[in-house]
């Protein structure tokens, strides 16, 4: 079993940034695949970024490749979003998933966080 919480939303300009973390339980951490999804009001919640466990792969959905990075701590138990150049479509609740492979469909994922809001004002 594996418990994420997730941390940094807010509000933020157009243009600015925000990092993102998302805090694990469990000893077993760096054997999961960890992703960020997002979703805003009105639409299906969507593939972001995603790592390996060993923090040696990453993939990116389109919208958001050159401007956020993932990343992770193994031995802190954390993954990392750090998010550039934002944007108002960047507005959404932003999720932390836990799973094996690395995967953009969210049913590849077994554990989720609550979400934090993230808001981009033009």
């Known amino acids: 079993q594996v418990q994420l919480v997730e941390s940094g939303g807010g509000l933020v300009q157009a243009g600015g940034s925000l990092r993102l973390s998302c805090a694990a339980s469990g000893r077993t951490f760096s054997t999961y695949t960890m992703g960020w999804f997002r979703q805003a009001p009105g639409k299906e919640r969507e593939f972001v970024a995603g790592?390996?466990?060993?923090?040696?792969?990453?993939h990116y959905a389109d919208s958001v490749k050159g401007r956020f990075l993932i990343s992770r701590d193994n031995s802190g138990n954390t993954v990392y979003l750090q998010m550039n150049s934002l944007k108002p479509e960047d507005t959404a609740v932003y999720s932390c998933a836990a799973g094996q492979g690395l995967r953009v469909q969210e049913q590849a994922y077994l554990y989720w966080g609550q979400g934090t809001q993230v808001t981009v004002s033009s």
């Open positions: 790592i390996s466990g060993d923090g040696d792969i990453t």
